[in-house]
């Protein structure tokens, strides 16, 4: 949210008190610096340039379809070099690498070496350095390292910087995550913010802690601290009409006194009082966030201490900011999906030998750093700017889909050792098997060929799994790679799927399905870590359908529990307070329990947990109600009005129903007011037993009740609530003339523990779910599949396994009580297949060396008595040993040199 | 109207048909010049910057208020110039010089060198070339002359450049004087201009008459032909979204083919497609109008001819744009107050001696040029803006008051031959006098003290006149500066004035009048040409007001007529035609008549004309309907549907009731269509006699039936007419915290004559309505005045008059009998005490010598056969006789060399 701008930050206040008034032509005094014993005001003129809200990022960039927003970054980017140039005084920062690196790569060499002149002169900062300023709510850490990567490795080839300074001043509330990972891991030395909750904002106006530091990782504890700037009222400078936005109303300077509305006295007198209302004489300078800082940090002071996160945002008493976490399910749920499916197609291209042309995965890397934007999987933005965004990730999952293929193809014919670009072994995949749709699987068996399912795991320990995949045939055997017979099921389709699949495979690829297909084949499958394995479906004589009991659902459940629908009805806004239900806010008017059969609930052998399919939609309108449907789990337990849910798919963080930890609530909207974004999971406990829920896409979840909890599955209102977007959510499919609302297909996932020990589900299964089993399709003509093929591939050393508490993740202090500790990594086995040479430890985002950035970053001072903290973080890599050790919930990441490549890895 | 916009002018149509689709950078073949055997599109890109309009002039240079609409004409400059230098072969053509000298003067050296290089290369054409592209309808042509000459100076000066081409693509109609006095005398090779009836442009676009010879003197003839190209559809290009206005909904040209949306290709096609229209092969350049001009002069082919004008506009059968004729009758009145005034001021500042420092007039004739745009004088603009062109109007006037005053204590302390700049005489003046205030002559004489009333006349022949001013006293006396006593009259004030009076004065000057003046004193006054005379106003013991009789109503009027009031009920635009009577456009739905008793006619003693001074307003508005409210003047003379208006306050031309002389008309509005701007008069005749009315400002005027003439006074409607302005004309004064609808108070003049003879008094009269008397005032304390003053001064030898066909005014070809012939001046004797130097005639806008234009100026060809001519224009001036000869209507502009100073004069 929030529109293209061009504009004069006060990041404290006060006024140049130079003469002016004489009707001459003034000569700026803009050499000023900071001035001891006066009040500096530090004037940092930046962007904000949304990339994607009420238009898309091409048209934000070239300027096109104005009549919507009248808006055009490369006109910004423009004019800001000779604006720059016009006086050496002046000095800009750019936050939008998406942007930035549009306009960077049609700029000849003379604007280029221009601008390289500004930035090591420190005159145009690259803040932030993302591709986007991306949203906190909805995003999964694991995007947030990816895009804000992409945008410093840019950063730091093209121009050797590194940037210091967080500027996330829009996002819809902001995320213990985003403070000491984003931040703090990062090398930032301040993080500088808008959207607290106005309640919130005025307590620390009061007490004066507007600037704190943020302590967001109760693991890493001091080591992660973080300087961290609220700005006291939106993105917006103090109040006097400082927004020079494009077309906003604030009096620009006119300083010409040829002309008429000459305001340049008056404008001073603004800025002194606007300045004055914090004291002082005052000094006034063109600035950057990282002179502040600086200027800050010098004065050796301490600050006060914040913890945990800034959620959920209010601006209003009514107007939570609690329905974006589940706003465009659909939407989120792609770009889910893409995200891991893009970790998977790294890994491949990497085994394959990355090539920098050719196919890549960068498609798809730029389409999900562009989706982590703050109206993109937000659900915050205009229709035809969600539909753009889906388009890049469809764009990008094409190329990244090939590349597997081919990488799968090189992989099964002749393993990782050669560089290989056209395999004859070709494989499919299905992206539409969420729909029931897949044509290899449903192959015809008759005439002998054999079905080749490849499950690709891209995770860092063997997994067992059961697949399902639809089949025509009512008589298949499943063999592995090794010839065994695997027991298998044929299991009936659902009406509901088969309709969902007819109608969403036509509005996707434009034709309906041939034919139906008859059964889901489910069968077990034990997948090598970073690794695939290969399985063969025929057809047999034996018709496997007799086999079908219930031999699944072999599990006690330790809990009673009930599982039910609601909806609430979206407030309208044409009461006495206007404030409607919409894509930002969540504002309930009423619940209305809903009735269903339809409830998918399935409970596999040997897994202890419940998988829930659901499906939503269309929800209907006809009533004029726009209705935001909900599931509750409902339980005896005691929770004390107490849950947790994490923080950006990565810690934890403890939440307590009407209640903020820091600060004195005032209730006025008692179920809107207690949503929380849910990436990862939400979960109770009750000193006996723990009820865990993960999900499969960002939510909105809470407790409402003791014992209870919700997610926020779908959204459909008829009402724009009023924060710019100027449209209603009311997402609708098309087919043949005629829209229906959205439906959404999903799951999550529900499972007791005893108290202590749901952590490592939640972590385990958790990364499970966000990295789920690559499938891949090829047909065996004959029977010979295993003679010309590799049939298993594991790249980690086959001997070794990651420690229980690694894996590709590690678990938070305290957590765990077994998991919560320090564990290596054998990196030698982890690359068997390589001859490691130099290994370098880098920042977060890579762009530095760790050690320098240890060295370089700012120590701030918290005020009070330093707490006693464990922090526990792994030791410097002994390079003969190349041992990797990981303190709880760390991630490190380290440039290493391989014989075949240079490539980088991130151990997670 | 029409806002701040860049955009692509297809002059022409057609195609670059380059290879384009390759998803790689294109470089585009932009070097392309024009091709023998093609179809030549001319592409175009020029600016239309309106020179206040929604926002004011300043405020769209700076881009503040962009609430109201997205402007800021400093950035289009700023951006223009990179934008050509990274292309050679990219053009642009800049037109409105307002805003052009006001980023010049803003530019630092490097710009400007860069900017002259691209003008003298002439990829940056000064086109137009005056401060605005004023209006044609509302405006005098000296005030045209004025303006654009203001521009030109400026473009000779600063770049030694002189537009070649008019360009008015805005204006509401145009002129026949534009095309010939402001074109071909001009020195322009071609005019290019839209706004032309929908009737006449669809008949145009069938025959292919487009593109015209438009020959729009019938006195010079072909001699002033000019060429003259018909825009086919607004100022917009061809149909197929090619207007790149900034917040256009035109797709730009998304070149970058990374992005989304590229559509290179798909523009090109539609390009083609727009070409294609005009059938042939195409090719495509960048070009300026005088390029285009330039190609089509060398094709040497006839072109059809045009003469009269082209008025009334109407852009759809019942949208006649013709409101603004009178829209805002206040404003129209201030500009013609001040266009006098300023011709007066620049006298006396010549005779004073011009300094560029100090007073000038300067400002006033900025403020006079910006008021001609034509959204300005027009009344076409919001409400701020018009306030805006007044403040400036009243800024400018002040300085030249000052100037005026300070002139006329020098002249009347020593006479023009010293340089003197503080007069100990101090003169004030009376603005508002037509409100009945003017505290100088309401001075109390009872101390002794005599007034001085100084009066000036700015023409050349000596003018005799009957004064009134306001005074306190009833017993009053007279007398000339040489003693003698001149018979004077005290006249009762109306009710209806005085109320009128208090209300203004308040409103205008922020606090009530102290006193009342008791009486008109009204006297006969003979000025000498170029000069003044002074007046004394002293104290007598027998009271003058016994005298008042009915002495100077002694005339005979000749025809009966009746003078009546009526109004038109503004159209609300409810009806199923949308289409409402607005600021630009008159839609009448009724006529009722008004009775009134109010109304003030005046006949002077040895004038045989009728003064009848109107006051109109504040207009009911209770029962919902907007008035416009006219005047008619009904005779029994058998008239034919015909009669005549002036074209922008010169030629007259003949217009026909329900006909257009060079197309069929099929009338929808028998009464908006029918309405024609009145700048100078209006007149029938029916064989026998002429009726004459002459107006006080630009009014809208018609003969709606046989042997009628109206004026439409003023207007005050609810409902805006769509065509952008977004405001009703609803004009109010505030006082108090009361509004009230503003009260309109103007004069027309009325005169019979024979057949024949009433050419005579148009011209002569007009010129002194359009020039009145300026007087000025000071006190005599004592005896002495006229021992210590000059009393009686003109510039012009005293022996010497200007014949009486010339004046500063020249008469039509058969016009009169006697006074279209050629005439001379003898300029020793107007400038008497200045030895004449070198003298050079030129250019209209005095920015080239005549012989040059002359010489390179165009010659086209009209199709058919030469009409015989015999156009009479003065022969060169031979530098040792300094006499000028004139044709009739001839305007000659020279250069003359002075011995106190280097100065310009026109001669009118």
């Not at 601290?225 to 400082?242: L, V, W």
Request: proline share 5%.
């Amino acid at each position: 949210m929030g529109p293209v701008r061009l504009l004069l930050l006060l990041v404290l206040v006060a006024a140049a008190a130079a003469g002016v008034g004489e009707a001459v032509y003034i000569p700026y005094n803009t050499s000023a610096g900071m001035v001891p014993g006066k009040l500096n005001v530090h004037v940092v003129p930046h962007t904000h340039d949304d990339v994607g809200w009420l238009k898309t990022v091409d048209q934000y960039y070239v300027g096109s379809n104005n009549s919507i927003q009248g808006a055009c970054v490369q006109n910004v980017l423009d004019s800001l070099i000779p604006a720059l140039l016009k006086d050496e005084n002046r000095k800009f920062i750019y936050v939008e690498q998406a942007f930035f690196q549009r306009w960077w790569r049609n700029q000849n060499d003379m604007i280029k070496d221009t601008v390289k002149g500004l930035i090591s002169a420190g005159r145009l900062e690259l803040i932030n350095g993302g591709m986007c300023m991306h949203d906190e709510a909805a995003v999964h850490y694991i995007d947030m390292i990816d895009q804000t990567t992409l945008g410093h490795r840019f950063i730091k080839e093209e121009f050797g910087q590194i940037p210091r300074i967080g500027w996330q001043i829009d996002p819809f509330g902001h995320s213990a995550v985003q403070a000491y990972l984003l931040g703090a891991e990062v090398g930032f030395d301040a993080f500088y913010f808008f959207r607290i909750d106005y309640q919130d904002r005025d307590t620390r106006k009061g007490t004066k802690e507007l600037e704190v530091i943020w302590r967001g990782s109760k693991t890493f504890g001091s080591s992660a601290d973080i300087f961290a700037g609220i700005f006291p009222q939106n993105y917006e400078p103090p109040p006097g009409g400082f927004y020079f936005e494009v077309d906003d109303d604030s009096p620009v300077v006119q300083d010409d006194p040829l002309l008429f509305d000459y305001n340049v006295e008056e404008r001073v007198n603004d800025f002194v009082a606007a300045a004055l209302a914090q004291d002082g004489r005052v000094n006034a300078l063109y600035s950057t966030p990282s002179i502040y800082t600086d200027a800050k940090y010098a004065a050796n002071e301490p600050w006060p201490l914040k913890t945990n996160d800034f959620f959920p945002y209010a601006d209003n008493p009514n107007a939570y900011w609690s329905g974006y976490f589940t706003s465009r399910p659909a939407l989120k749920r792609y770009v889910r999906m893409m995200s891991g499916y893009y970790l998977a197609a790294r890994q491949l291209e990497f085994f394959k030998g990355r090539r920098n042309s050719g196919l890549t995965t960068d498609y798809l890397g730029d389409a999900l750093a562009l989706a982590q934007h703050h109206d993109a999987v937000t659900g915050t933005e205009k229709q035809h700017v969600a539909n753009d965004y889906a388009k890049r990730l469809s764009i990008g999952y094409t190329q990244a889909q090939d590349l597997v293929s081919t990488s799968l193809g090189c992989l099964t014919e002749s393993g990782s050792k050669s560089r290989c670009s056209s395999p004859t072994t070709k494989f499919s995949q299905c992206l539409l098997l969420n729909i029931t749709y897949c044509p290899p699987s449903e192959m015809d068996f008759s005439n002998g060929k054999s079905l080749v399912v490849l499950v690709y795991n891209s995770l860092g320990w063997k997994r067992e799994d059961v697949l399902r995949v639809p089949v025509s045939s009512d008589s298949i055997v499943v063999h592995d790679s090794e010839g065994r017979e695997i027991e298998s099921q044929l299991l009936p389709i659902a009406d509901a799927s088969l309709n969902l699949r007819d109608k969403h495979v036509k509005a996707y690829l434009g034709t309906s399905p041939n034919a139906k297909p008859k059964y889901w084949l489910s069968f077990p499958v034990s997948v090598p870590p970073l690794g695939f394995i290969t399985y063969l479906v025929s057809n047999t004589k034996k018709s496997a359908i007799t086999s079908f009991t219930n031999k699944f659902t072999n599990v006690k459940i330790e809990a009673n529990f009930e599982q039910k629908y609601k909806y609430y009805i979206g407030q309208d806004g044409n009461g006495s307070d206007p404030q409607a239900s919409g894509a930002y806010i969540f504002r309930p008017n009423g619940t209305v329990p809903i009735k269903t059969n339809d409830q998918i609930t399935r409970v596999y052998k040997e897994k202890d947990y419940v998988e829930t399919e659901f499906i939503v939609g269309p929800i209907p309108i006809d009533d004029g109600n726009g209705k935001e449907i909900a599931t509750e789990i409902i339980t005896n337990m005691v929770t004390n009005k107490t849950f947790y849910t994490d923080s950006s798919g990565r810690d934890f963080i403890k939440r307590i129903r009407d209640y903020r930890s820091e600060w004195k609530i005032e209730v006025h909207q008692p179920i809107a007011g207690n949503y929380y974004p849910v990436n990862l999971g939400i979960y109770l406990e009750d000193g006996g037993k723990e009820l865990s829920i993960l999900v499969d896409r960002s939510v909105g979840g809470s407790s409402i009740k003791d014992g209870q909890i919700e997610l926020m599955l779908h959204r459909r209102l008829l009402h724009d609530d009023g924060r710019g977007v100027a449209e209603a959510l009311n997402e609708t499919v098309c087919l043949d003339g005629h829209c229906e609302g959205l439906v959404i297909q999903g799951k999550y996932y529900l499972k007791f523990d005893p108290q202590g020990e749901g952590a490592k589900w939640r972590r385990t299964f958790g990364q499970e779910i966000y990295s789920p089993l690559l499938l891949a399709f090829s047909e065996q003509d004959g029977g010979n599949w295993v003679n010309s093929h590799i049939p298993k591939y594991s790249a980690m050393d086959p001997t070794y396994k990651l420690p229980d508490n690694v894996a590709l993740l590690t678990l938070q202090a305290g957590e765990h009580k077994d998991l919560s500790s320090l564990a290596s990594v054998d990196l030698k086995k982890v690359f068997p297949d390589n001859k490691i040479g130099k290994i370098i430890e880098t920042s977060l985002s890579a762009n530095q060396e760790r050690v320098a950035m240890e060295k370089k970053r700012l120590k701030w001072k918290v005020e009070g008595a330093p707490a006693k903290e464990n922090v526990v973080r792994g030791g410097p890599v002994d390079p003969s040993k190349l041992t990797v050790e990981l303190g709880p919930m760390e991630i490190r990441t380290f440039i290493v040199s391989l014989d075949h490549n240079i490539s980088g890895k991130q151990l997670l």
